[in-house]
C-alpha cells in the first residue's frame, strides 16, 4: 500500500498495476522517486498476476515535467543513480515483456515525454501539451533524441528536439504521437477500459511481441525474422512451447473463447 507522501502511488485490480506519479506540484521526478518507479517496475515485471501496468501523474495540470531542476540545484546530480529501470523506472528496465499504458493527464514535457516515449500505448486527456524544451536549458534530450525521430515524422522530431516549441493534443494526435484522446473526466476510465481488454489477452504472446520488436528494432528485417522463426528469441520459444498456443489453437477449433494462463 501506498501512503500519503509517497511519490508513487500504486494500486491493483486483477491482474492490473495502475502507478501515479504524486509529487506536488508538478510530479517532477528527482533520483529518489526515479528509483522507486524503477522498483515498482521491476516488481511489475516480475509479478506473474500482473499482467498490464497504466502509470499515469496526480492531478489534472501535469503529468510530468521530466527532471526536478529544483532537486538538481539542491544538489541532485543529474548524471547519478536513477535506479535499475533508468531515469523514470522504464526507459531501461530490462526484459519488461507486459504492456505499458501511459495515461497523460496534463503538461508532458522533458523527461516526462522521455518516460511516455517507454509506454507501449499513449492516451490523453484533450487539453494534454507536450515538448522537449531541454534545448532553452542548454541541455540535450537524451533519450527523446534517439526514439523520437524513429516514433514520428523525422521532421517535426527535429524541430521540437531543435526549438523546444510545444504541441498541442490535435498536432500530437496528428503526427501519431498519441493512440487515443479523451475528455479529462473519461481518461482513466478509458485507460482501464483498455487495460482491461490486454489483460484477457495471451501474456506469452504479449511477451515475444516485445521482445521482437525490441529485438528488431535496428536489425534487417530478414536477419530479424531469422531470430523469430527459428525461436532464438527466450520469449518466442517459450510461446511456442507452452500450453497457451495449444489452447489458442483448441479454442478456435471449438468455437469458444480462449482461456490463457501464461504457461
Given at each position: ?82 535506479g535499475v ?67 514520428i515524422p ?110
Open positions: 500500500m501506498s501512503s500519503a507522501t509517497d511519490p508513487i502511488k500504486i494500486r491493483t485490480q486483477g491482474a492490473i498495476l495502475e502507478v501515479t506519479l504524486d509529487r506536488p506540484k508538478a510530479n517532477a521526478v528527482d533520483l529518489d522517486t526515479s528509483r522507486q518507479m524503477g522498483e515498482v517496475f521491476r516488481q511489475f515485471r516480475d509479478n506473474p498476476d500482473l499482467r498490464v501496468a497504466i502509470l499515469t501523474g496526480a492531478g489534472s495540470k501535469f503529468f510530468c515535467p521530466g527532471w526536478d531542476l529544483k532537486a538538481a540545484n539542491d544538489g541532485d546530480a543529474v548524471d547519478g543513480d536513477y529501470g533508468g531515469f523514470g523506472g522504464l526507459q531501461e528496465l530490462p526484459h519488461l515483456n507486459k504492456p505499458v499504458i501511459a495515461a497523460i493527464n496534463g503538461i508532458c514535457c522533458g523527461g516526462g515525454l522521455e518516460i511516455a516515449l517507454s509506454c507501449d500505448i499513449i492516451l490523453a486527456a484533450s487539453h494534454a501539451t507536450f515538448a522537449l524544451p531541454e534545448i532553452k536549458s542548454g541541455v540535450v534530450a537524451d533519450a527523446a533524441s534517439i526514439k523520437l525521430p524513429k516514433r523525422y521532421h517535426v522530431a527535429m524541430e521540437m528536439l531543435l526549438t523546444g516549441r510545444w504541441l498541442d493534443i490535435a498536432e500530437a494526435q496528428r503526427w501519431g504521437f498519441v493512440n487515443h484522446v479523451y475528455e479529462a473526466d473519461s481518461l482513466m476510465e478509458q485507460a482501464w477500459a483498455m487495460a482491461e481488454q490486454l489483460a484477457a489477452g495471451p501474456p506469452l504472446v504479449f511477451a515475444a511481441i516485445k521482445e521482437i520488436v525490441r529485438d528488431a528494432e535496428d536489425a534487417k528485417f530478414q536477419d530479424a525474422l531469422n531470430r523469430v522463426t527459428q525461436r532464438q528469441l527466450q520469449t518466442v520459444d517459450t510461446l511456442y512451447g507452452s500450453e497457451d498456443a495449444s489452447e489458442g489453437a483448441r479454442a478456435f477449433a471449438e468455437k469458444r473463447d480462449p482461456v490463457w494462463k501464461g504457461r
